[in-house]
């Protein structure tokens, strides 16, 4: 939320993408794919021009030359404080003629210095209508005035008067304004919209606006506008900036959308009062970039807000639309004030922040506490099944593996929390044709450490007179590793557990994980799909490091268990169902299905927001293609800093989808019980995501094709 509540990194990081703008773009490719335009993005930016008090022509010129450096930074939408063309804190000086006509002969020289400027400039100025003055702020684009919004609450209270100057527009709509002899549209009714670029929607409000219970950009929202801007003076008291960032914060998530805030800053009278210049930028609740306070020289804060995924989120949740129509549908009552907008093209890079693990926080503290929620939605929910079933014993089998590590701890909690003695707990190792030393070794060392009831199934035997009852060329004594031969394996293993759990009166606990579901690497039916309860389902692969990580180090076990624990941490991801090679290579997962972390970026993007495979491959090209650039998540190793060109996050994208949608399906049709953990989604069918089993991949795959290049 406000910076102060921010890990120090972060803080640095957002100042550098702010500071270093102009530095993000890179070569400009032909190919449409590098514009952000063509994603949905919009770039927007926070400006606060260094003023002097009441000095509206050194005022008009710092504005338009905070304009001419958003244009040169490729800005779509500057947003100016409260009143900039005369400064806020000038009192009865608001109410003199010779300002009121500076102010006016000032929007003038705006709005014709901007024809030759692409960013819409939204700019505060004091307006006369009808007897009245009005705290405006004016929406100007192209050589054109659009419109211009009044403010609606005018505070009165402590430092505040403005009531003594201003009149309040609250109930103006539908009317115009004469502003230097043209009349333009004025009111809190209207949404400003460009013809080139569909989501881009702006509604305005200014200062107080936002501080009332009832904000107008709440309107401004159920009536389409996408990005919501608030001009604003507000001046700076000890833990305002923290304020200032929970209603942003708050705003942008509640009403789905991106918030653009811009406070008044140096030059402003400090007869009573100081500022900071604060700008900030916020999109669903995420904050995306904020600007140096305090700062003599004037603040530009830019970041690129995804419209697209704006609207894509209003029509996956419903109650958006039955929020507008609840208040009377404004969609429909609001006016809608067309420009044209041609933004810049080509490939101006993308500033704002990705993650590169979007299930894992970068901050430590959020990563701390994201841990201990997540583990603690699976203790509670095998707790509750537990209860439910009543059942005299838990069955699991332990490869040494990241998967059934994680839930053999989660199950070890479970019973501590209930009372059962962790004997309770049957762990059972079933080595394999491909079982390692250390995997096994590792398996009866957590077995043993945690306390469990162990046993060892060797599976060679059975799986081998299988095989020749299939007549399968290994039991021949050819080396022969299908599919087939690595399914006997993991067949019989799921076998002897609920064999196991029927003989002891007790249930199978699962161990596959969200990433799994998601590509479908898992065998069907008598395999590892199935078990009595998929205390993992609702945990991705790169999560699921983390908890095991955080398990190790957070005292949440004792150390003996946390050693073993960062042991098997470092293993290689294998099933371990085909023997290693000639060269000592064992079987990777990765190397099969691509690498679980950007794996899991895609499940993010596709399951969350529903986004085309070209805007997730965008996306993954910003986020992984330089191993220096951007956080990652705290304690994450060196030697696993990994890059991706486009060419590599395409080929293993394709493969994705190929797997998610058309292939996987039917087995998360089918998937055992168990809790969602992460916002970022669940795929069981009977909650997240609901798919038929016989999808064609063919609408994505041809998206894919059109508009990613290959290399």
């Known amino acids: 939320m406000g910076s102060r509540l921010r890990g120090k990194d972060e803080d640095v990081a957002l100042r550098k993408r702010k500071k270093a703008y102009t530095q993000v773009m890179t070569a400009n490719p032909s190919h449409p794919f590098h514009a952000l335009h063509a994603h949905g993005f919009v770039r927007v930016a926070a400006s606060t021009p260094h003023v002097r008090t009441a000095d ?7 504005v338009l030359a905070e304009a001419q450096r958003a244009y040169d930074a490729g800005v779509d939408l500057a947003v100016f404080p409260e009143l900039c063309l005369s400064s806020y804190a000038i009192d009865d000086l608001h109410l003199q003629a010779a300002m009121i006509e500076a102010v006016e002969a000032a929007v003038a020289q705006v709005v014709e210095a901007s024809a030759v400027l692409s960013p819409v400039l939204l700019v505060g100025a004091a307006l006369a209508s009808e007897g009245r003055l009005y705290n405006c702020a004016l929406v100007i684009a192209k050589g054109r005035l659009l419109g211009v919004v009044p403010k609606s609450y005018l505070p009165n209270y402590r430092e505040f008067y403005e009531k003594r100057w201003f009149a309040s527009g609250k109930a103006i709509r539908g009317a115009t304004i004469r502003v230097n002899g043209e009349e333009v549209p004025f009111g809190t009714d209207l949404v400003f919209a460009s013809n080139q670029l569909p989501h881009f929607k702006v509604f305005v409000e200014i200062c107080e606006d936002f501080w009332a219970a009832t904000p107008p950009s709440s309107l401004g929202a159920l009536a389409g506008a996408t990005v919501l801007c608030n001009l604003s003076a507000s001046n700076i008291l000890i833990g305002k900036s923290d304020e200032r960032h929970m209603l942003c914060r708050s705003q942008s998530a509640r009403a789905t959308a991106a918030y653009v805030y811009s406070a008044a800053g140096h030059g402003e009278s400090t007869t009573d009062l100081a500022w900071d210049g604060q700008g900030i930028i916020y999109e669903l609740g995420d904050l995306l970039a904020e600007s140096e306070r305090f700062s003599r020289d004037p603040e530009l804060c830019v970041a690129d807000v995804d419209c697209e995924r704006i609207v894509l989120e209003r029509l996956r949740v419903p109650t958006f639309a039955d929020a507008a129509e609840v208040m009377g549908s404004p969609q429909r009552t609001f006016r809608t004030v067309a420009f044209d907008h041609a933004p810049q093209d080509g490939d101006l890079g993308l500033i704002r922040p990705v993650s590169r693990f979007p299930f894992v926080p970068t901050r430590a503290d959020k990563l701390d506490a994201d841990c201990y929620e997540a583990f603690n939605i699976q203790v509670d929910g095998l707790m509750r099944r537990l209860e439910s079933t009543g059942s005299k014993s838990l069955v699991i089998g332990i490869s040494g593996g990241l998967d059934s590590t994680h839930a053999l701890i989660v199950a070890a909690r479970a019973c501590d929390r209930l009372g059962l003695p962790r004997s309770f707990i049957r762990g059972y190792t079933m080595p394999g044709f491909a079982t390692s030393d250390g995997t096994k070794a590792n398996a009866w060392k957590l077995m043993n450490a945690v ?4 046993g060892e199934i060797d599976i060679r035997p059975t799986a081998t007179t299988m095989l020749q009852d299939i007549g399968h060329a290994f039991a021949d004594g050819q080396p022969v590793y299908d599919v087939t031969f690595e399914n006997v394996q993991a067949g019989l293993r799921t076998d002897y557990l609920f064999r196991l759990a029927n003989q002891n009166d007790g249930f199978v606990l699962g161990t596959g994980d969200l990433s799994e579901l998601a590509l479908g690497w898992c065998t069907y039916g008598v395999g590892d799909q199935m078990s009595h309860y998929a205390v993992n389902a609702g945990v991705p692969k790169t999560l699921i490091q983390y908890l095991i990580r955080w398990c190790a180090t957070s005292g949440e076990f004792d150390a003996g268990i946390g050693e073993i ?10 099933p371990e169902l085909v023997p290693a090679g000639a ?3 064992i079987q990777s997962t990765e ?9 899991d970026f895609f499940l993010h993007h596709v399951m969350r927001f529903g986004q085309k495979p070209s805007k997730v491959a965008f996306l993954a090209l910003h986020a992984w293609r330089d191993a220096q650039a951007g956080l990652w998540p705290a304690g994450f190793p060196d030697d696993r800093k990994h890059a991706y060109d486009l060419a590599t996050i395409r080929d293993w994208l394709e493969k994705f989808l190929r797997r998610f949608f058309a292939f996987s399906q039917f087995k998360r049709s089918a998937i055992p019980n168990g809790p969602k953990v992460s916002a970022g ?5 009977r909650g997240d995501w609901r ?9 994505w795959l041809a998206e894919l094709d059109a508009n990613v290049p290959k290399g």
């Open 691 to 699: 798919a038929p089993s016989d999808a064609s991949a063919a609408v």
């Open 583 to 585: 060269d000592g290579a």
């Open 56 to 62: 509206v022509a050194f005022n008009t010129q710092a």
């Open 591 to 599: 190397a099969k299905i691509g690498p679980y972390e950007l794996n």
């Open 681 to 685: 989604g669940a795929l069981s069918p």
């Open 565 to 574: 624990l960062l042991a098997i941490l470092g293993t290689e991801i294998s």
């Open 451 to 454: 306390g469990i009831t162990a």
